[in-house]
C-alpha cells in the first residue's frame, strides 16, 4: 500500500509544493510547528533515511538546503532548521521549518489543524522566495 506522501507526490491527495524534480518533492506539512514548515521528500519510498541510497540522500540534503533558503528568504527566521524523525509516516522525510528558538524543533508541538488557505499563501511566499533566490528545479 503507497504511503500518504506517495498519494501526494502522485495527486491522490492535495499537497501545497514548493519543489518538484525527478527524485525529491517539498511540500507544506498539514501539522506544521511553524508557518512554512516544509517535508522533503524522496519520490521511492523508503522508510528509514539510514537506507537511503548516498547519492539519494545528497540530492536531498540540496534540496533540503534550497527550500531553507526559500524559507529563510521568505519568513525571515533567525534561524531554518531541519529534523528527520521518521516516527509519522514509513517514507523518509526531512522536515525544514523557520524556527526562532530550540522549542521550534518539537514535534510535539505540531499544529493539528491547518487552513489549507494559509498553507497555500505559505507555499506561494517559498515557491516566489525560490524564484527570487534562483533556486528552481
Known amino acids: 500500500m503507497a504511503t500518504v506522501f506517495t498519494r501526494i507526490i502522485d495527486g491522490e491527495i492535495p499537497g501545497h509544493f514548493v519543489w518538484q524534480d525527478d527524485r525529491a518533492v517539498a511540500f507544506l506539512s498539514i501539522n506544521p510547528i511553524t508557518v ?65 528558538g530550540e522549542d521550534d524543533l518539537h514535534l510535539s508541538r505540531s499544529a493539528r489543524t491547518v487552513d489549507p488557505a494559509a498553507l497555500a499563501d505559505a507555499a506561494a511566499h517559498i515557491r516566489t522566495a525560490l524564484a527570487d533566490l534562483g533556486l528552481t528545479p
Open 36 to 100: 512554512g514548515h516544509a517535508l522533503v521528500v524522496p519520490r521511492v519510498e523508503i522508510d528509514h533515511w539510514l537506507d537511503l541510497d548516498p547519492d539519494l540522500a545528497a540530492h536531498l540534503m540540496v534540496v533540503a538546503r534550497a527550500v531553507g533558503q526559500g524559507i529563510q528568504h521568505a519568513f525571515r527566521p533567525p534561524r531554518v532548521g531541519m529534523e528527520i524523525a521518521g516516527f509519522e509516516v514509513p517514507h523518509c522525510h526531512l522536515h525544514v521549518l523557520p524556527i526562532w
